[in-house]
């Protein structure tokens, strides 16, 4: 979870704050301001009335610019940040807070919200201070039912003004909607002029070769510049990728790095080994890969479309996430193919031989679109297999195909389809993320 301006503000990344970094605002006297504010006690547990206004305070922040929350800093009489005054923390409290949100926040904030527990001393693992992260959200405005006091059940639009939380009148929450929905068309036009243009200075994949294209557009884009720099940190992003376990091939990163890109406003393209890849200074990508080459009927391996989506997914939306970007993630993808495809429906592995059936006819060209988290995404979990599934499905209709031979809707992967070399990589990819989940 990413808040820039409250992160150069406090000197470090939400993850990273620490009790230093809260005395360093008490003896700056830091301003609360639309994304900052200071609680002295935590009242958010003590009844229904305080959840209630913990529901109030987070929803107001996202929706507005997002920010953070600190309990036990009290103000001075500017209200401004003051002194350090630890609050009781613990595992318990932490779910309570994520319980009176569930109960009170329609719809749920964000996977990328997040509340964190920071030890005062050591020696008193008890007494500490409680950071809530609340980033811009991309689906609001989130309202608030208040469970606590009167029992009263309608629904409250809060947002945040300056030092102050209001409470929205009716024409400010229709304006709220009006932007979400004018937002998430606003994205899916801009994900499919991405991918078109993107494509348009891309190699063509030749008249009779099949290709598959896939564009990531974050909600929320980065501020990166195209220059010497910019062009060097890719290229760092890309070999970490190369490393065992950091992605779920590690061919198709290495490939990236072995040509210099081409420069455009905003966008580079870099070339390689049987991939195309333009990355924008937001944190859009999109990627092309061959899957078949030029001559005569090509021949579609179903399995591996679907690695490959799997894997350029992956690709596209970690580059999002590493360059700065967060929010939702837009992805539109197709595959590029001539009228008539032969499919091969057996696995990499080389433990079946394939036999040339009779031609099928494809209607691919029209690109499917589908919406996630981008910070779940990046992270390689079960959200991005879930979405490199739907996605395949969307890609394998096209060829009249109705059930993905890789990628199975519980999450997992049939790895042991893949060829030695790619399965023991997507297993180690796979085994480093649930070392992650089970750790965090």
Same mark, same amino acid.
């Given at each position: ?10 000197? /470090? ?41 913990l529901a109030k305070d987070v929803t107001a922040m996202a929706n507005a610019r997002g920010g953070l929350i ?22 318990? =409290? ?20 997040? =509340? ?17 992260? =609340? ?11 208040? %469970? ?67 564009? %990531? %557009? ?56 049987? =991939? ?55 992805v539109m993808a197709s595959t590029a193919s001539p009228p008539e495809v032969h499919l091969d429906r057996t ?80 297993? /180690? ?12």
């Amino acid at each position: 979870m990413r808040i820039p301006r409250v992160a150069q503000l406090v000197g /470090a990344d939400f993850d990273h704050v620490e009790r230093s970094h809260l005395a360093a605002l008490c003896s700056q006297s830091a301003a609360e301001d639309i994304d900052l504010d200071f609680k002295q006690d935590n009242a958010y547990t003590k009844d229904g009335d305080g959840q209630d206004e913990l529901a109030k305070d987070v929803t107001a922040m996202a929706n507005a610019r997002g920010g953070l929350i600190v309990v036990g800093i009290a103000e001075d009489g500017q209200g401004n940040a003051g002194r350090l005054c630890p609050v009781t923390i613990s595992d318990k =409290i932490h779910n309570q807070l994520v319980a009176a949100l569930r109960s009170r926040v329609f719809p749920f904030l964000p996977p990328d919200f997040r =509340i964190r527990m920071v030890a005062d001393d050591v020696a008193t693992p008890d007494l500490g201070y409680i950071l809530i992260g =609340i980033p811009r959200s991309p689906i609001a405005p989130h309202a608030v039912r208040p %469970v606590g006091g009167k029992g009263q059940q309608r629904y409250g639009y809060a947002r945040r003004l300056g030092r102050t939380t209001a409470w929205l009148d009716e024409s400010e929450i229709a304006a709220l909607y009006r932007d979400r929905f004018r937002q998430a068309e606003d994205h899916t036009q801009r994900v499919r002029r991405q991918l078109r243009d993107d494509t348009a200075w891309l190699p063509e994949s030749g008249d009779g070769g099949l290709a598959l294209q896939l564009s %990531v %557009v974050p909600s929320v884009g980065a501020e990166r510049r195209i220059d010497r720099t910019f062009v060097q940190e890719v290229r760092s992003f890309l070999g970490l990728l190369t490393q065992p376990g950091r992605a779920p091939s590690a061919a198709l990163p290495r490939a990236l790095l072995s040509q210099p890109p081409q420069i455009r406003r905003g966008r580079m393209r870099v070339a390689g080994p049987g =991939i195309h890849a333009v990355w924008h200074s937001d944190g859009g990508a999109t990627l092309q890969v061959t899957l078949a080459a030029d001559s005569g009927v090509p021949v579609l391996n179903l399995t591996r479309l679907e690695h490959q989506l799997l894997c350029i997914l992956h690709l596209a939306c970690a580059y999002a996430e590493w360059a700065g970007a967060y929010g939702d993630a837009d992805v539109m993808a197709s595959t590029a193919s001539p009228p008539e495809v032969h499919l091969d429906r057996t696995p990499p592995n080389g433990s079946a031989r394939y036999v040339p059936g009779v031609p099928v006819t494809s209607d691919a060209g029209t690109p499917c679109h589908h919406i996630g988290y981008l910070e779940a995404l990046a992270n390689g979990g079960y959200q991005l297999r879930s979405m490199a599934r739907n996605i395949s499905m969307d890609l394998l209709a096209d060829y009249g195909v109705y059930e993905p031979t890789l990628l199975r809707d519980d999450g997992e992967v049939r790895s042991e389809r893949l060829a030695v070399a790619e399965r023991l990589q997507i297993e /180690a990819w796979m085994a480093l993320g649930r070392e992650h989940s089970v750790s965090s």
